[in-house]
């Protein structure tokens, strides 16, 4: 071994793999073949997999074991359910042990002379990211599609990139510092709007494409609107809120100033000096005016951001932004996608899907019961919400039971203690088990987390800070086995925010106009049978997770009980905030889709 290779840097190359199953092993073979001819020897091969949200696969990740029995630098990372892209960046960037990483699609429809040419350049940069040249061999769809992303993208985040989804490299410990949220396609985008943003030195390189006709995965309805809200929250944190990497060496960008550019020497809006620098650069004009425009209606409004104090608490509570886009969008998407449907097939078919599927009838199971009990920055409070659950199943009589912790970071891989304790709480009292992320996990990823770990009959979500009653809750675990479903609705609402009551019953409100229902709540503690859920093709990330659930179910002709509970007081929530309201109306948007267009029931 040369000299040369010992100061060769080191690889990890990711490979995020869902449905794969055709593409795989030649992109495996692909990244082997050119990790030798650019002479890296210090490298690992990642492949991360998960089903689809229904649990359904084409043998993927029986294909990524194959690899990495053979192979012993070929590590298969597998998800039992459904889990997105973004998160699997995050395990992946959790896991690699080398310098940099290197994010490869599991296609295999880029050219190995391009990997090579990559490859040969890792280490000349902190950052390298690539893009198509050969747009041509892609179909006109495709070509324009992805046109109008680049465009998008620079225009809101003031950049000039050429292309946000190509193959990129970036070195862990710059990985390791960005809060990353998205669990869509608009992952790597995020990964490079914060790195450029912060002044970080990248190269661009041209990948070369295999002539393709697919398009579909990505660019469809449901994840185009994905992707629309994931860019409208990170276009809040970047311009709004301003977060930036601190980055030693680097200098971030600026942002042309919107009052220099519009108003002139004499106080008055300068539409000549816009025009010419339109005419000269219309993203870094349009970018600083559309920053300012927001910022405007911001402050007209009084809207405010709710901020983190770093340990996970909310430390302001208001109306955002993030919540009038998502409502916006929503409106839109649904006026939209009910016209279309509408005119291809019809509104009396459009109404025919709207209907409760008629089931089979139940059979009861026993009453044994899995707490699933998804727990953020919860250090203190943890300890105390075991207890506190562990007496409430006494209370109620239960006496088969099991209590699974779901733990995970913060974005930026901070906590503040929470996995330590869940740790030291499974290790002591037999009946706790403790489900760990040692990267950030939404909500709804948690509980399915949660679900797929449990081994008992019936599921109920139980949250890590102990918002609950206990002997309400137990009056709640009492119903387990009377009906299907156990629906829980808050009983005295008055003890959380005005502002945070209406918000809850508008949504409420909203969720029932939409599918047909007539619920009292949506977002509770509700008891499910472990074989529902298992059946539910489930892929919500964030806090609508138990909407998707129960719109599926009861749809799909499963019957239940409402019964109400209590909650403590809070000045504040994790779990309201600008993100969360985001991915909220996100989510309605494709539930909306699939429930009530294309007409998914679940099979009981």
Not at 360 to 372: A, E, H, Q, T
Not at 402 to 425: K, M, Q, R, W, Y
């Amino acid at each position: 071994m040369s000299s040369e290779n010992l100061l060769a840097p080191s690889l990890t190359v990711v490979i995020p793999a869902y449905n794969e199953a055709e593409g795989l092993a030649g992109t495996y073979e692909a990244v082997n073949r050119a990790l030798t001819i650019a002479g890296i020897v210090n490298y690992e091969i990642l492949i991360v997999t998960d089903p689809r949200p229904d649990g359904s696969h084409d043998g993927t990740a029986e294909i990524a074991a194959q690899l990495a029995a053979v192979d012993p630098k070929v590590r298969h990372l597998p998800k039992s359910f459904f889990v997105g892209l973004g998160y699997k960046y995050r395990e992946a960037i959790h896991e690699g042990t080398k310098d940099y990483l290197m994010f490869v699609p599991a296609h295999n429809l880029t050219e190995e002379s391009s990997l090579v040419n990559i490859m040969l350049h890792v280490g000349q940069a902190e950052a390298i990211f690539t893009y198509t040249g050969n747009l041509e061999v892609r179909p006109p769809v495709a070509r324009f599609v992805s046109r109008g992303y680049v465009v998008l993208c620079n225009l809101l985040f003031g950049l000039d990139v050429k292309y946000y989804n190509g193959i990129s490299v970036v070195s862990r410990e710059l990985l390791l510092k960005i809060p990353t949220l998205s669990n869509d396609h608009v992952a790597m985008a995020e990964i490079i709007v914060y790195l450029v943003r912060a002044g970080v030195k990248y190269l661009e390189l041209p990948q070369l494409l295999k002539p393709s006709n697919r398009t579909g995965r990505v660019w469809n309805p449901e994840n185009t609107f994905r992707v629309l809200g994931s860019l409208g929250s990170l276009f809040w944190r970047i311009n709004i809120e301003e977060q930036r990497l601190e980055i030693a060496g680097a200098t971030p960008l600026s942002t042309l100033s919107p009052g220099a550019l519009l108003v002139g020497s004499s106080g008055t809006p300068d539409f000549g000096a816009v025009l010419g620098l339109v005419r000269q650069n219309f993203v870094q004009t349009v970018h600083p005016i559309l920053v300012y425009l927001v910022k405007c209606v911001a402050n007209a409004l009084g809207l405010s951001a709710i901020k983190s104090d770093g340990t996970g608490q909310a430390t302001e509570v208001g109306f955002n932004p993030d919540k009038l886009i998502g409502i916006t969008r929503t409106l839109v998407a649904l006026a939209g996608k009910i016209a279309l449907r509408m005119a291809l097939v019809g509104a009396g078919d459009l109404a025919g899907r709207n209907s409760i599927k008629k089931k089979k009838i139940w059979k009861k199971k026993d009453g044994s019961l899995s707490i699933v009990m998804p727990t953020y920055n919860e250090a203190l409070r943890l300890p105390q919400t075991v207890d506190s659950a562990t007496r409430a199943l006494q209370k109620a009589g239960i006496g088969d039971y099991e209590i699974i912790v779901v733990t995970n970071t913060a974005p930026d891989g901070s906590h503040d203690g929470t996995l330590n304790v869940a740790d030291g709480l499974a290790e002591n009292i037999e009946r706790v088990r403790h489900v760990r992320n040692e990267s950030y996990a939404g909500m709804g990823v948690r509980y399915r987390q949660g679900v797929a770990a449990a081994t008992k009959n019936y599921v109920m979500m139980l949250p890590g800070d102990g918002e609950f009653e206990e002997d309400s809750i137990a009056e709640v675990m009492k119903q387990l086995g009377k009906v299907e479903i156990i629906i829980p609705y808050i009983g005295n609402p008055q003890v959380r925010a005005l502002e945070r009551q209406l918000v809850s019953q508008g949504l409420v409100t909203l969720c029932n106009k939409l599918f047909g229902l007539n619920l009292k709540y949506y977002n509770g503690m509700c008891i499910i049978p472990r074989h529902y859920l298992e059946e539910v093709p489930a892929n919500c990330e964030g806090y609508a997770y138990m909407i998707e659930i129960l719109v599926h179910l009861l749809k799909s002709g499963a019957r239940y009980r409402e019964v109400p509970f209590k909650i403590k007081p809070s000045i504040g929530s994790k779990a309201f905030n600008a993100e969360s309201v985001n991915e909220v109306f996100e989510s309605l948007t494709s539930l909306f889709w699939k429930v009530n267009v294309e007409g998914v029931r679940v099979d009981l």
